[in-house]
């Protein structure tokens, strides 16, 4: 009698147990399904890659060309002296690429110059943020505000300093958003285009420059990097992401010639961004 009472406490308890994780679960897609809106204001960024929408959000991030075979060289980082070594060697091979500058060095004339250039030379600018600082921890430091709309406001503040810089001192703003570090989750990815129209765009192919530059490193590795990628892990375009950075001046045009070889033997066309994406890379002002 004794045991069957035991048996049956022990059923009942997993019974509520059960109830329970059934109820916790419930209450969390009720909340989420409710707050679809404001998901990335208490947002973490594990939380973020945990991607459980009925819409594709990794389409707000992107990593390729929407046409097979074309290949986007991007160089992050800049404007600075470095731009300047890739604006001559990018003009003496009739080269168009995509820079994502980013909007604080639009404040200095000389650096402004460099950007101006880019532009008339027909290269893509593409917005690097306006300083070099991850999104998601400058957006995290807004997450005490309680009030939605000011949340809201906020959050495109963030985002229109930038835009509005290079309005103010290029004439129109990039549309092409890529995070320093690459730091951004889906949500936020998809909030700040729904708020701002910047398209985020990351990348496929990472040439890792910057560590393999440094010294005591092997820059040869920023080529089989792009030969890995292209032979061993094939896709059917790519966005490449190279730097404006570093004292390297001894084997970097040399490197990019090995780069624009192995883009043309494997028959990809050479392309900017605007083109891969099919997209206008710029928002203008509209004139009243
Ligand atoms: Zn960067």
Redesign the pocket.
Known sequence: MDINICKKNKLLLLVQILIIILNLFYTREIFLKKNSNLKFTNRKSKKDLSVNDNIDLKSFIIRKCVKENQFALTF??GPNEMTVRHLDYFKSKKIKVTF?FMANRLLDENLLKIVKRADAEGHIIGN?NYY?TSVLEDLRKLNNINDKNKYIKEFKKYFDRSTNLFMKKLGKAPKFF?P??GDIGYHSAKFINKLTKLKIVLWNLDSMDWYHIQEGQNPEIIIENFLDKIIEHPESSYISLQ?DKGEDFEGDLERLDRILDIIKIHNFELVTLDKCLNEEPYFYLIKK
């Open positions: 992050d980082d994502f690097h070099h890529r320093p570090y730097h």
